[in-house]
């Protein structure tokens, strides 16, 4: 008899994402990170999910692992506790430590898919508070989160459309910040992108490798499990690509797009 799977209830909260490009002296301490997980944040309060992740050659999408860049994606019950952690010593380890580093505190407004067996859901007014109407306005950016867990056995097949969707991202009109991530090498990765606006991201997603690449992630199903999160940033502050993102005012940064960029083959994106 064939035994379903066990799924988790839905998660909800706020979404908080760091990306870190290590100094070259610090890059143990970084290694060190992904080998703890988890397992250093059990306690923070209101964290409902913490991944450590790696990442490609350059940040980008890639069989080459980077000696420096690596991402921590968490997810919060409460605005208010997303805040309190990016101002804590666990992420000023982070800053002190990296090159450029970037951290974004995101709304979820649609979710599809699961990752680890759990959906996830749109975040809630409770969980945004009474201030939420503050923080986005028309200028705010948009994101994209995409994670698959790949087929061993179809691994290889899906690599093969790595490189045309890469470099199509890379040259995408509004794609503003990109980065490939990885649970594990090959089999369990992970994309983050940030758009000036739907618009951009949707424009991108019907056209050219992408496109191309989704058909065959659907046709010849390379996922086992799948996850695509749309999200509006509420606050992002840091440095990425010699670039700099202010919190506050939630400034897009103008310049053209992103050069470190990944493929995202999530086959239902829109």
């Not at 870190?20 to 610090?26: G, I, V």
């Not at 420096?68 to 019950?77: A, E, R």
């Not at 046709?219 to 010699?242: N, P």
Request: charge should be positive.
């Amino acid at each position: 008899m064939e035994v379903s799977p066990a799924f988790h209830d839905p998660l909800s909260g706020v979404v908080v994402v760091l990306l870190a490009d290590f100094l070259r002296q610090h890059q143990g301490w970084g290694w060190l990170r992904l080998v703890a997980g988890a397992s250093p944040y059990k306690e923070v309060p209101g964290l409902t999910m913490a991944k450590v992740m790696g990442s490609g050659h350059g940040g980008g999408f890639s069989l080459r692992p980077s000696a420096t860049h690596q991402g921590l994606i968490c997810t919060f019950t409460h605005l208010d506790l997303a805040q309190k952690f990016l101002d804590s010593p666990a992420v000023q380890a982070y800053r002190s430590r990296a090159r450029e580093c970037w951290t974004g505190v995101m709304s979820v407004q649609s979710a599809r898919g699961h990752w680890d067996k759990q959906a996830w859901q749109a975040s809630s007014p409770e969980a945004l508070g009474p201030s939420r109407g503050d923080a986005v306005d028309g200028t705010a950016p948009f994101a994209v989160l995409t994670r698959a867990s790949i087929v061993p056995s179809k691994a290889m097949a899906f690599w093969r459309y790595a490189p045309a969707a890469q470099a199509d991202l890379s040259n995408a009109p509004g794609c503003l910040l990109a980065m490939g991530l990885g649970e594990a090498p090959l089999v369990r990765q992970c994309t983050f992108s940030l758009w000036q606006d739907t618009a951009a991201m949707l424009q991108y997603a019907h056209q050219g490798a992408h496109q191309v690449a989704s058909a065959a992630a659907y046709k010849h199903q390379f996922f086992s499990e799948s996850l695509f999160v749309r999200m509006r940033v509420l606050q992002m502050a840091g440095v990425w690509l010699g670039r700099d993102y202010e919190s506050p005012a939630l400034r897009v940064p103008q310049a053209s797009p992103a050069v470190l960029s990944t493929p995202t083959l999530e086959p239902s994106h829109v």
